[in-house]
Every structure is written in structure tokens, then in C-alpha cells.
């Protein structure tokens, strides 16, 4: 019961945080990525208001191995950069340029959504859907590199 009532104040405090910070607002994020036209340099404070706090949990989370609730930590993910990360992070690039959303602020902006978001979060379904099917095809072009 306690990890669903910290999971609930957690997820409470990241949507309202997305919804403060304008990220649920498509032209907001758009503004953002627009460098070379007109340029909006508010979202670079969420960036740092994000990179903060995690940077105090990478730190304690290099300490425990087991949660607060008891539960295990998973291990540390892997530091390497490599094709799969490198192609993974330029389509949610594109993504996230096209649309102005990523899953998080999409998920916090359904209540005031509109057919766009609807569609974005058609394809972000569709895509997690047939990504294991993906992944098995690439893995027989690329190797995954150990």
C-alpha cells in the first residue's frame, strides 16, 4: 500500500510539475527547439529544475540496493553509447519535435488534449506495441554489441 500511495504523490507532483512548467503545451516545447527562428529559453530552467533532483538521487541511488518500501532497485543502466541508443534518441528527437510532446507531458495533457494529442498518442501505443517485433528485426541486422 505505502509503494501506491508514493507512486500517487510522485506521479501527482511530475504531472503538475509538466503542467507548471509548460511542457504539456505543444507551441511551448516547439518554441524551445526552435533555435534558429523564434527561440523560447524558459524550458531550459525545467531542464535544470530536472537535472538537480536527479542528480541528488543518482547519488543516493549509488548507495542502496534496496528502496524504501523494500523493493529492489534495478541496476544501474548502461553508460555506453552505441548505434541503438544513438538511432533510439534521434527518433524521439523527431518525435518530440514534430509533435511538441514526449510520453510524459502527453500523458499529463489528455484532460485538455485535442485530435492531436489523440493521434500522438495513438502512434506512441502503436509504437510500443510493435517495437519488440522491431527490436527482433534489428537485432538480426545490428548485433547488440556486449
Known amino acids: 500500500m505505502l509503494r501506491l500511495i508514493i507512486a500517487f504523490i510522485a506521479g501527482g507532483f511530475f504531472g503538475a510539475g509538466l503542467f507548471i512548467s509548460g511542457m504539456?503545451?505543444?507551441t511551448k516545447v516547439q518554441g524551445w527547439l526552435d533555435v534558429f527562428g523564434d527561440?523560447?529559453?524558459t524550458l531550459a530552467f525545467v531542464m535544470g529544475?530536472?537535472?538537480l533532483p536527479m542528480t541528488l538521487?543518482?547519488?543516493v541511488r549509488s548507495r542502496r540496493s534496496i528502496s524504501l518500501t523494500g523493493v529492489p532497485l534495478p541496476p544501474a543502466p548502461s553508460t555506453k553509447i552505441?548505434?541503438?541508443l544513438v538511432i533510439g534518441s534521434?527518433?524521439?528527437g523527431?518525435?518530440?519535435g514534430?509533435?511538441?510532446l514526449c510520453p510524459g507531458p502527453s500523458i499529463a495533457a489528455i484532460s485538455y488534449g485535442g485530435a492531436g494529442l489523440y493521434v500522438f498518442l495513438a502512434a506512441m501505443l502503436a509504437g510500443m506495441a510493435i517495437t519488440p517485433m522491431v527490436r527482433v528485426q534489428l537485432n538480426k541486422l545490428i548485433p547488440a554489441q556486449q
Open 24 to 26: 504539456t503545451d505543444t
Open 39 to 41: 527561440w523560447d529559453p
Open 49 to 51: 529544475g530536472a537535472i
Open 57 to 59: 538521487a543518482w547519488f
Open 82 to 84: 552505441d548505434s541503438r
Open 90 to 92: 534521434i527518433l524521439f
Open 94 to 96: 523527431m518525435g518530440w
Open 98 to 100: 514534430l509533435a511538441g
